[in-house]
């Protein structure tokens, strides 16, 4: 049985998920095409403030069905539970059961969670703050703190440094620390270097470096030279896991987890099947492989989405390539620091730094928030006529008018 609409499922609406599916919207022939967004949430999750909501800021609400309002795509609040890449189909689970949605073109982005490492203990004592249920555990945790108990952050990454800068500038009355593998920044130039310990400095954070985590417990993290640092809230960000569904399907994955793609995110292994964020193991310059971040996320999305437009409707494929400028990280609400990068994403000696950084990076953050809503950045739509036909048989995903 034929059918008239090529049904384009894209499991996940973080950045990736949402930005692809609002660029294929307006890319493509509202006739021609199907396309439905699966989320176990009905707000967008602006994942790179969730360490501002656990330091207890009120974000502001963003519904999907807002977003997407006019764009022709449909939302599904589920929770995809299993991908059959032979079959083309996606099962998921909500209040009224479970059902298989069928698709032509899959857009993976179920994106990443937080990493235990198979620490013992973390599971159980350690928070996350790289979902919205998880800050907001945490946002609660922190509420019932008295004065001078403490918080440790494990991790120096950028998330990490994110998280306990915030949370040291928004409760002071906290013994706040930081325990890392290595120095603190030291992938960062002397300049960032520099005014990233000043500004730790100041927010009075203590940072243990060089110092390897071995054990999470109750009340303190336990450290590999054998001693313990005192946590009456520990939280992990030493970095992330991919969600495992891919991993338990025939899709082509790398030891990550990830979806291996071409340049175009497309699986090779699967040419109906395209990953995008941190989901995708794709390369950039130099045949680095890509870092989970927003920074090659968001382009990525771009790729896919005009790359599914391109071959669905016989124009030719974009052939630009993702690559790095800066990294940008806040340093709580005052102070931040931009860090200038290669295209393969080494730092460089410049650096922006202080209260303009701080603006830089508020900007960079609202700005991708608006990208969901406005994947074309707000310029003429141009959609396209589809002259790929679907052939593959199953009910069709009816989108919204």
């Known amino acids: ?21 609002g660029r294929l919207a307006r890319r493509l022939h509202r006739e021609d095409v199907a396309i439905t967004v699966v989320d176990t949430e009905s707000d967008f999750v602006e994942r790179v403030r969730m360490h501002q909501l656990a330091a207890g800021q009120e974000l502001r609400p963003r519904p999907l069905r807002k977003m997407f309002a006019g764009t022709g795509v449909g939302l599904r609040v589920a929770k995809v539970t299993g991908v059959d890449v032979e079959r083309r189909t996606v099962a998921v689970v909500d209040a009224n059961g479970t059902e298989d949605l069928v698709y032509d073109t899959l857009v993976y982005a179920l994106g990443s969670g937080w990493d235990p490492q ?15 249920p998880g800050a907001l555990r945490l946002r609660e945790r922190l509420a019932r703190l008295d004065a001078g108990q403490s918080v440790v952050v494990v991790g120096g990454g950028l998330t990490g440094l994110e998280a306990v800068t915030e949370l040291a500038e928004s409760r002071p009355d906290l013994d706040v620390a930081i325990v890392t593998r290595g120095s603190l920044g030291d992938w960062l130039s002397p300049k960032g270097r520099k005014h990233l310990r000043k500004v730790v400095d100041k927010l009075g954070v203590t940072a243990y470096e060089h110092t390897t985590v071995t054990g999470v417990e109750a009340d303190r993290v336990v450290t590999a030279d054998g001693g313990a640092v005192p946590a009456a809230v520990t939280v992990w960000t030493t970095g992330f896991a991919v969600h495992p569904i891919a991993k338990a399907t025939d899709l082509e994955v790398a030891g990550s987890g990830q979806i291996v793609v071409d340049e175009t995110m497309r699986s090779v292994s699967h040419p109906d099947v395209y990953a995008v964020g941190d989901a995708a193991m794709a390369k950039g310059p130099g045949g680095k492989p890509l870092r989970m971040s927003c920074a090659s996320g968001v382009p990525a999305a771009w790729q896919a989405a005009d790359a599914i437009a391109a071959r669905l409707t016989g ?65 003429p739509v141009r959609r396209h006529r589809v002259t790929r036909k679907p052939t593959t048989a199953g009910s069709t995903i009816d989108a919204p008018a």
């Open 315 to 379: 124009r030719s494929l974009p052939t630009r390539q993702i690559r790095y400028f800066n990294q940008c990280v806040s340093l709580g609400r005052r102070e931040g620091l931009i860090q200038y990068v290669t295209a393969d994403d080494r730092a460089v000696r410049a650096a922006l730094t202080g209260r303009l950084a701080a603006s830089y990076k508020e900007a960079v953050t609202k700005g991708a928030a608006w990208g969901v809503a406005n994947p074309t950045f707000g310029l």
């Open 1 to 21: 049985m034929q059918h008239t609409q090529h049904r384009i499922v894209v499991l996940g609406a973080g950045y990736t998920g949402a930005i692809a599916a």
């Open 118 to 132: 198979g620490v013992p203990g973390t599971a159980e004592h350690a928070h996350e703050i790289s979902s919205r």
